[in-house]
T-cell receptor
């Protein structure tokens, strides 16, 4: 039979609005989380990371929130711009394997001028 | 630019061909990775090399053969691939085990089509 692929979540916003992209992670033992942005035709680009001993971290126009109780991660983008249009992935790391990241499925963000 | 380059950017090959993908990082990192990105699927880790030693093989079929001659270069040798192997193959690097650097820097990927 035909295999069914994932339907990526999508988020459409107007330029200047704030965007919130959500991610549910799988392992309560995960100790490190990263958000990546992937534009069409390019590899993923690092946005911001957070360790499990923190619940909030801010960067330039971006904030990551971590809720370990419900295993939820969010990325907030302030004053979203058309250049922010991309697929956004969260990734988690757990165990002693420093380099083994498990990626989420991604969210498509579209910013309308 | 992330400091990680991949060649070729696009590759079309038949199922009986043998080809190789190349990755080079100019960041002084000690760990390198191969990922497969298929349409509508999460990124799948294939292989991890740390200080030129393979530390992870994520149940990848033997038709994919990695090679890491030094910490700056990583290859993925391909032979007798299947059409379902068509995907974007991404290389990444990071500082490596025993360091504080967890962030992985990705190359632009090689878009592979298997006919």
């Amino acid at each position: 039979g035909e295999s069914v692929g994932l339907h990526l979540p999508t988020l459409s916003v107007q330029e200047g609005d704030n965007s919130i992209i959500n991610c549910a992670y799988s392992n309560s033992a995960s100790d490190y989380f990263i958000w990546y942005k992937q534009e069409s035709g390019k590899g993923p680009q690092f946005i911001i990371d957070i360790r499990s001993n923190m619940d909030k971290r801010q960067g330039q126009r971006v904030t990551v929130l971590l809720n370990k109780t419900v295993k939820h991660l969010s990325l907030q983008i302030a004053a979203t711009q058309p250049g922010d249009s991309a697929v956004y992935f969260c990734a988690e790391r757990y165990g002693t394997s420093y380099g083994k990241l498990t990626f989420g499925q991604g969210t498509i963000l579209t910013v309308h001028p | 630019e992330t400091g990680v380059t991949q060649t070729p950017r696009h590759l079309v090959m038949g199922m009986t061909n043998k080809k190789s993908l190349k990755c080079e990082q100019h960041l002084g990192h000690n760990a390198m990775y191969w990922y497969k990105q298929s349409a509508k699927k999460p990124l799948e880790l294939m292989f991890v090399y740390n200080f030129k030693e393979q530390t992870e093989n994520n149940s990848v079929p033997s038709r994919f053969s990695p090679e890491c001659p030094n910490s700056s270069h990583l290859f993925l040798h391909l032979h007798t691939l299947q059409p379902e192997d068509s995907a974007l193959y991404l290389c990444a690097s990071s500082q490596g085990e025993g360091t504080s650097g967890n962030e992985q820097f990705f190359g632009p990927g090689t878009r592979l089509t298997v006919l």
